[in-house]
Structure formats: structure tokens, C-alpha cells
């Protein structure tokens, strides 16, 4: 089964850095365009960065455009965000996705908090 496992969350200081990591099993990663999205409190889910199977392409919402890089490693099944220049706005919880055929998978998420 699908599985999808985020880490690297955490408390950062506006201004600071995150590198959150996504770990994909349970399907062939390298066929698959993955995103990240987020979601803060009282707000609706948002895709924040999207990269197609073979990484050349890569999106992004304007509001992370130049502070936020996404990357995969298909020979480890992991996804990335690499994240510069937070800003009180980006905390929210942060979900790795994959769509196949008609569903959509997510993991659990991880928080980030921006904070000073």
C-alpha cells in the first residue's frame, strides 16, 4: 500500500531554514509527479510546490516562489523541500502527495512553526 512519511518539521526563526524530507513507499516513485502542500489553521490545504516524475519540472504558488525548492531522489523514493527565508505565513502543516489513478495519497504531515 501507498505510504508516505514526512520529517523535518519544526520550530524555526523568521528569516531561518527547513528541509522537510518525504519517504515514499508501497509504488514506483519514479513514475509519479509528487507535491507538497500545506494547510494552517483555519485555512484550506494549498499546493505549495509540485515536481514531475523525472524532477526537470518543478511549480510553484507565488508566495514560495524563490524561497522554496522542491527535489526528489528516485533512487531513495524521497521527496524534498528545502525551505529559505520563512516567513511567519508559511508555518502550517506540510503533506507530501501522490496522485494515482483517480485517489490522491497523503502523508501525515509534518508542522512547521516560524516563530520568533
Do not use: H
Not at 528541509?19 to 502542500?37: D, E, I, K, N, Q
Not at 502550517?92 to 501522490?98: D, F, L, N, P, T
Not at 496522485?99 to 516563530?115: A, D, H, K, N, P
Request: hydrophobic share 35%; glycine share 10%; net charge positive.
Amino acid at each position: 500500500q501507498v505510504q508516505l512519511v514526512e520529517s523535518g518539521g519544526g520550530l524555526v526563526q523568521p528569516g531561518g531554514s527547513l528541509r522537510l524530507s518525504c519517504s515514499a513507499s508501497g509504488f514506483t516513485f519514479s513514475s509519479y509527479l509528487m507535491s507538497w502542500y500545506r494547510q494552517a489553521p483555519g485555512k484550506e490545504r494549498e499546493l505549495v510546490a509540485s515536481i514531475t516524475s523525472g524532477g526537470d519540472n518543478t511549480n510553484y504558488a507565488d508566495s514560495v516562489k524563490g524561497r522554496f525548492t522542491i527535489s526528489r531522489d528516485n533512487a531513495k523514493s524521497t521527496l524534498y523541500l528545502q525551505m529559505n527565508s520563512l516567513k511567519p505565513d508559511d508555518a502550517a502543516v506540510y503533506y507530501c502527495s501522490v496522485l494515482r489513478v483517480i485517489r490522491r495519497f497523503w502523508g501525515q504531515g509534518t508542522q512547521v512553526t516560524v516563530s520568533s
